[in-house]
């Protein structure tokens, strides 16, 4: 007698996991519809614009909206600090006056200068 198989095969599981699958494809875009549809209301309720829902451009779109449970108007919110690109240290230099802080991709004058057989050392900034 040959042995019995015991449970179910791979290609059974796979053929349950795709029906599944498209169960589930079938009910998202079921509820996505039905979200989108409740969004698309609230817009047209409220008048609301896509720069009030920070999706206008230049805006960041975590941004919090005062009309809807924001905390503080965008001119109140305390700005990041950002580094200043010219207060960084300046690492390499050329002749011609570019500069380069060594971080990041290294800029076209630098990989020029390399290219042109300096080496990183020659391009170093002095004191």
Do not use: C
Not at 27 to 45: D, P, T, Y
């Amino acid at each position: 007698m040959a042995p019995k198989k015991s449970g179910p095969t791979l290609a059974a599981l796979n053929a349950q996991i795709a029906a599944l699958q498209a169960q589930v494809d079938v009910l998202r875009n079921k509820e996505v519809a039905e979200v989108v549809a409740k969004i698309k209301e609230a817009i047209a309720h409220y008048g609301l614009t896509a720069a009030d829902l920070g999706l206008a451009k230049g805006t960041r779109k975590n941004a919090r909206l005062p009309a809807l449970g924001g905390d503080k108007p965008s001119s109140q919110r305390r700005k990041r600090a950002i580094p200043n690109p010219s207060a960084r240290t300046v690492k390499f230099k050329d002749d011609q006056g570019n500069t380069w802080a060594g971080l990041g991709k290294r800029p076209a004058w630098f990989k020029a200068a390399l290219a042109s057989g300096k080496t990183p050392e020659e391009l170093l900034a002095k004191g």
